[in-house]
């Protein structure tokens, strides 16, 4: 099987975000900016366990680039901390950063996560995306 990044331009119905972390922590973005659904946080948690990733400084970097098929493309990779602007999520204990840029197209999209026979991998639930390619890993807004 191999990992596949696919777009959808509806928000996921089984999508939640905890509230963010009490402990004084920079530019804690609110949740509803940003939402990960319970398979996500999941399989967050295990990759940054694989990887050696701190969940208490470490996490999840979701951020769009220019390129693709359709003119931007998503990135996600894991960082060992956050950059000085970036939006700061906390999802039941997993972090994830979001620099600014990013969260122009970002807002209120919903990171999923689907383990099916034909694919497995991260769904990027984007309303700001207007079309999608057919690699699944391009969009434009």
């Known amino acids: ?13 089984s999508a939640f975000a905890a509230a963010p972390p009490s402990a004084p922590a920079p530019s804690v973005a609110p949740s509803q900016g940003l939402q990960v659904t319970e398979k996500a946080i999941k399989r967050i948690r295990v990759a940054m366990a694989k990887e050696g990733v701190s969940p ?16 931007l493309s998503y990135s996600i990779k ?3 901390r ?4 970036d939006r700061i ?18 807002h209120g999209m919903t990171l999923d996560y689907e383990e099916t026979l034909m694919q497995q991998g991260f ?4 309303p700001n995306s207007s079309r999608s390619c057919g690699c699944g890993s391009s969009f434009s807004s």
């Open 1 to 13: 099987m191999s990992n596949m990044v696919t777009i959808e331009s509806k928000p996921s119905q």
């Open 56 to 71: 208490e400084e470490g996490g999840l970097r979701l951020g769009v680039m220019g390129g693709g098929c359709s003119g």
């Open 78 to 80: 894991f960082d060992t």
């Open 82 to 85: 956050p950059r000085e602007r």
């Open 89 to 106: 999520y906390d999802f039941d204990g997993v972090r994830v950063f979001v620099d600014p840029k990013s969260f122009l197209y970002l």
């Open 123 to 126: 769904n990027f639930i984007n």
